[in-house]
């Protein structure tokens, strides 16, 4: 069946590193435009990065700006976030998602049907 599995979370002390991925399975991601997204309690769902189906054009949101990468490589049917710098607000459970026939832009308002289950960040002295 359709999958997509987000991997890489964990708990970091502010200033450090994750790099999350986002594999999928049962179908190919490079007609895909893919997205991550984030939730954290008490807090609306934020569309944080996404991505073309071919890479060329991203978007991210601005209080990630300067320390989120996103990045894909189909050859091996991924998608990563690499996450530098990080700050206790960026505490939160991360999902990505994609969808076909559509923009960067609308991929982060409009995410369609294909999620995973997501991966928890915690960013915590």
């Known amino acids: 069946q359709v999958q997509l599995v987000e991997s890489g979370g964990g708990l970091v002390q502010p200033g450090g590193s994750l790099r999350l991925s986002c594999a999928a399975s049962?179908?190919?991601?490079?007609?895909?435009?893919v997205g991550w997204f984030r939730q954290a309690p008490g807090k609306e769902r934020e569309g944080v990065s996404c991505?073309?189906?071919?890479?060329?054009?991203?978007y991210y949101t601005d209080s990630v700006k300067g320390r989120f990468t996103i990045s894909r490589d189909n050859a091996v049917n991924t998608v990563y976030l690499q996450m530098n710098s990080l700050k206790p607000d960026d505490t939160a459970v991360y999902y990505c998602?994609?969808?076909?026939?559509?923009?960067?832009?609308?991929?982060?308002?409009?995410?369609?049907?294909?999620w995973g289950q997501g991966t928890q960040v915690t960013v915590s002295s």
């Open positions: 991505i073309s189906s071919s890479g060329e054009n991203t």
């Open positions: 998602a994609a969808r076909d026939l559509t923009t960067v832009q609308a991929m982060c308002v409009k995410p369609g049907r294909h």
């Open positions: 049962g179908f190919t991601l490079d007609h895909y435009a």
